[in-house]
């Protein structure tokens, strides 16, 4: 039985495919977990800072804070708009669609496989802050890291989708990934990365909510670092934001694919 397309076999067929590909680049993937030390950097400056009483978190809040955010972000990283535009754009789109599957569960797949292979450079990084702050170990709970690893799920889903539909965008522009780069700022400004989201005056709070990117950062690292956090209002905003977008992506899609000339040699 297929759901969404999908049976057991082919799951299991398209993440072992995918795993097995991103292992042959294991080692740019590990140059990638590498990269995202920003929330590192944040935790230095505001460490150092004497408006870190502002951030209502103490030391060790602060610190778990950030760790979390780190590990939140290596596992909702999203990047299929780039790789759909090259698929589009070197005529590699063309097979998948005659293929019996939506193409994007194969970029679904894609992205699964390189968090898997991600997984332990991820780990060997939070092994090596805890030797450098061994005051901010811990482990939470079963119940807390079932949550966290939920609203870091459903923050991959939200940013996925929200790059799909930028991505879909490639059958009417060859450089949709340009309009991609466009809300990198707020997104590194209102998710979370630089600093948690109570460090905002309250009317940017205001606007922040209105937007997917506190669920994507900042709301599950607070879930993965214990802090008081409504969940309830969290997972529900997540919810939405997934419920918004999954119409428009296959919306667009759809009419996009009419629209679809092959490209490439």
């Not at 669920?215 to 969290?234: H, K, N, S």
Request: aromatic share 16%; with cysteine.
């Amino acid at each position: 039985m297929r759901i969404f397309g999908l049976n057991r076999r082919i799951v299991r067929v398209l993440l072992g495919s995918q795993y097995a590909h991103m292992l042959e680049y294991r080692a740019e993937i590990a140059l990638w977990a590498l990269s995202g030390v920003l929330p590192f950097i944040m935790l230095s400056v505001w460490s150092c800072s004497e408006a870190r009483s502002g951030l209502g978190l103490d030391g060790v809040a602060l610190d778990r804070y950030f760790l979390s955010a780190y590990l939140v972000r290596q596992f909702s990283v999203v990047w299929v708009v780039y790789a759909f535009e090259e698929d589009a754009l070197l005529g590699r789109l063309s097979p998948y669609l005659l293929q019996p599957l939506h193409p994007l569960w194969r970029y679904v797949a894609a992205h699964l496989g390189e968090q898997l292979t991600r997984l332990p450079f991820a780990a060997l990084i939070a092994a090596i802050f805890f030797a450098v702050q061994p005051q901010a170990f811990w482990l939470p709970s079963l119940g807390g890291f079932l949550l966290a690893w939920l609203a870091t799920w459903m923050a991959f889903a939200i940013a996925f989708l929200f790059q799909s539909l930028i991505a879909a965008l490639c059958f009417w522009s060859e450089k949709a990934s340009a309009l991609e780069r466009l809300q990198f700022i707020p997104f590194v400004f209102l998710s979370g990365l630089l600093a948690p989201l109570t460090a905002f005056p309250p009317a940017v709070r205001a606007v922040a909510q209105w937007t997917p990117f506190p669920y994507l950062i900042d709301f599950p690292a607070r879930v993965l670092a214990g802090q008081p956090v409504d969940l309830m209002a969290g997972f529900g905003a997540q919810l939405a934001w997934i419920a918004l977008l999954l119409p428009l992506v296959l919306l667009l899609w759809r009419v996009g694919v009419r629209r679809y000339s092959a490209m490439g040699a």
